[in-house]
């Protein structure tokens, strides 16, 4: 079993920078793959980053390639979204999610593990 737990979100100014936390507990993580996604009310969980847990491979949602950065610190089984030049558009809940292997890492439904969530919100 895998605990997630996401922080740092808030409000943030357009062109302003954030950075996401997802904290991991309940047992190693070197073979998982971890993800970002975001979902803003009535729309479909999309997919915005994935790495491996070792920080070897990293994925970017074409979206995103250029203003976020997903990274990880085995030392504190944490990852990390790091955005810069937030749009409106990117307000959302982010979420934080693990699954075992390789395929299907943009895709929400083949992952197993999942945090709360955390509420970021772009806006003048």
């Known amino acids: 079993h895998v605990q997630l737990v996401e922080s740092g979100g808030g409000l943030v100014q357009p062109v302003g920078s954030l950075r996401l936390s997802c904290s991991a507990s309940?047992?190693?993580?070197?073979?998982?793959?971890m993800g970002w996604f975001r979902q803003a009310p009535g729309k479909e969980r999309e997919f915005q980053a994935a790495?491996?847990?070792?920080?070897?491979?990293?994925y970017y949602a074409d979206s995103v390639k250029g203003r976020f950065t997903i990274s990880s610190d085995n030392a504190k089984n944490t990852v990390y979204l790091q955005m810069h030049s937030l749009k409106p558009e990117d307000t959302a809940v982010y979420y934080c999610?693990?699954?075992?292997?390789?395929?299907?890492?943009?895709?929400?439904?083949?992952?197993?593990?999942w945090g709360q969530g955390t509420q970021v919100t772009v806006s003048s």
């Open positions: 999610a693990a699954k075992g292997d390789w395929d299907g890492l943009a895709t929400s439904q083949q992952y197993n593990y």
């Open positions: 790495i491996s847990w070792s920080g070897s491979s990293t």
């Open positions: 309940g047992r190693t993580l070197r073979r998982y793959f």
